[in-house]
């Protein structure tokens, strides 16, 4: 392995447009292409053009891979239907979580596993040693694809102009081949911004093409660039986690209060059961910390790592924050003991530098876009 960083299909393009690149887990990635703050109101009122080729796409194949899948990931994979994508975890035998995942049904017997950037290789390794025994290949295909997503209001007509596909029929957490600007694509309803929008699974060597495309066909109705800094600030407000934050080894499903994707009704046993059934239990008793919003009272913002204070005692810890460009505050996600979690709770603060700035506490997601 060298230490030079990976380069998406589309890095000429993003240096040709002026970005701000900078290591994520291991890739060459836009940060920004000018304002984080206009990429981010872009996304949110019109629409936002981002390079996700990062991401890393493993096949499952065969006849068993759906039991293979039920295996591995906490999920019930074998009930989703062809043409559907499922947001669920893949666990370790004591539960700790090693990442969050989409799972797209291609088609009866074939799947796609989407993984963090930064958590693709542990995936792949993880979902090649469950397959012992199963009939079913496991195949890493982040050279395969390159992704590209395009997410906002005006999202659903800047693709509508350049495929015949239907769109419409798509629902969310859906996904189906069809052809864009002339390119074959897999195109999914899915995204990580809390507004509509579709990514483009393509083949590296379409990249650059239907960016191009994609860019002229969005030009009157506001379409831009957009790099990780604001995708970061829209998934914040959206309330969703990010492996490494809200997310790791430490904590299970259940502490990151989300327990709704671990299915025990499903047949045959999975990596974590045991383990994962004694977290629910201990759950439904003596909630653990939970995962809250935070919106700052003042102007300072917090960090990852920050301690959450009430009474001059350490509560809790900020897990992601950032200002928010929406809210117009500093927000953030933090696990905080429960008597403190209850949205209205008063008295919490975040130790800034020694300082104890004060926080009001709410319910997530901080923003939910108006169907």
Not at 166 to 192: E, F, Q
Not at 297 to 316: C, F, L, M, N, S
Request: charged residues 20%; hydrophobic residues 40%; proline residues 5%.
């Amino acid at each position: 392995m060298s230490n030079e960083p990976r380069l998406t299909a589309l890095d000429a393009l993003h240096r040709s447009l002026g970005a701000t690149m900078t290591d994520f887990a291991g890739w060459d990635m836009p940060l920004r292409y000018g304002s984080e703050r206009d990429e981010h109101n872009a996304v949110r009122t019109k629409a936002g053009l981002f390079d996700l080729s990062h991401m890393g796409e493993i096949t499952v194949s065969g006849p068993q891979a759906a039991q293979l899948l039920n295996f591995a990931l906490v999920g019930n994979i074998g009930s989703i239907g062809v043409g559907r994508a499922r947001y669920t975890m893949i666990c370790r035998e004591d539960g700790g979580i090693l990442d969050d995942l989409i799972v797209y049904r291609l088609e009866e017997t074939e799947y796609m596993v989407v993984a963090n950037a930064s958590n693709a290789q542990v995936v792949l390794d993880a979902l090649v040693e469950r397959a012992a025994g199963f009939d079913a290949e496991v195949r890493d295909d982040r050279d395969a694809y390159a992704l590209l997503a395009v997410q906002g209001p005006q999202s659903p007509g800047i693709l509508a102009s350049l495929t015949d596909a239907d769109l419409d029929g798509l629902k969310y957490y859906a996904g189906l081949p069809g052809t864009v600007a002339g390119v074959p694509a897999l195109i999914a309803r899915t995204g990580y911004t809390g507004e509509d929008g579709f990514e483009l699974f393509v083949k590296p060597e379409h990249a650059v093409e239907l960016w191009q495309a994609l860019t002229k066909a969005g030009e009157g109705v506001g379409l831009v660039p957009c790099g990780l800094s604001c995708r970061d600030t829209l998934r914040l407000e959206a309330g969703m986690p990010l492996y490494g934050h809200e997310l790791s080894t430490e904590l299970t499903p259940y502490d990151a209060g989300l327990g709704r994707v671990v299915k025990f009704e499903k047949e045959g046993d999975f990596v974590g059961r045991a383990a994962l059934r004694e977290a629910a239990e201990h759950a439904n008793h003596e909630p653990p910390r939970v995962l809250v919003g935070l919106i700052a009272e003042g102007r300072r913002v917090p960090r990852a790592g920050y301690a959450v204070v009430a009474d001059g005692q350490v509560i809790g810890e900020v897990t992601s924050g950032a200002p928010s460009p929406t809210l117009g505050k500093p927000i953030a996600m933090a696990y905080v003991d429960a008597m403190h979690a209850a949205p209205g709770t008063t008295g919490v603060g975040v130790d800034i530098r020694g300082s104890h700035e004060p926080y009001e506490v709410v319910a997530l997601p901080f923003y939910k876009r108006q169907k």
